[in-house]
């Protein structure tokens, strides 16, 4: 079902969206709801909050085991390069 929703919004803000989805061949419509859709998907949680969008996409894509304890390896590769 779709729904008409309201937006107030700075006019230049709206130009440039407008510009933005069609050099992307979508509607601005569909560009606003992918993104909501994103935010209420995405439950980021804290931590996550402070990362930049290109770091967030990279979440999840190295597999490793339940008990790697990446603390650990972090203090050990530290410990090789600053020494003490």
């Given at each position: 079902?779709?729904?008409?929703?309201?937006?107030?919004l700075d006019k230049?803000?709206?130009?440039?969206?407008?510009?933005?989805?069609?050099?992307?061949?979508?509607?601005?419509?569909?560009?606003?709801?992918?993104?909501?859709?994103?935010?209420?998907?995405?439950k980021l949680d804290?931590?996550?909050?402070?990362?930049?969008?290109?770091?967030?996409?990279?979440?999840?894509?190295?597999?490793?085991k339940p008990d790697?304890?990446?603390?650990?390896?972090?203090?050990?590769?530290?410990?090789?390069?600053?020494?003490?």
């Amino acid at each position: 079902m779709t729904t008409k929703l309201t937006l107030t919004l700075d006019k230049k803000i709206i130009e440039q969206a407008k510009k933005y989805a069609s050099e992307r061949g979508r509607s601005l419509s569909d560009m606003v709801e992918n993104y909501f859709k994103f935010l209420t998907e995405h439950k980021l949680d804290e931590k996550s909050e402070n990362l930049s969008p290109r770091v967030e996409k990279l979440r999840g894509i190295l597999k490793v085991k339940p008990d790697f304890d990446y603390k650990k390896v972090l203090d050990e590769e530290r410990m090789k390069k600053y020494g003490q």
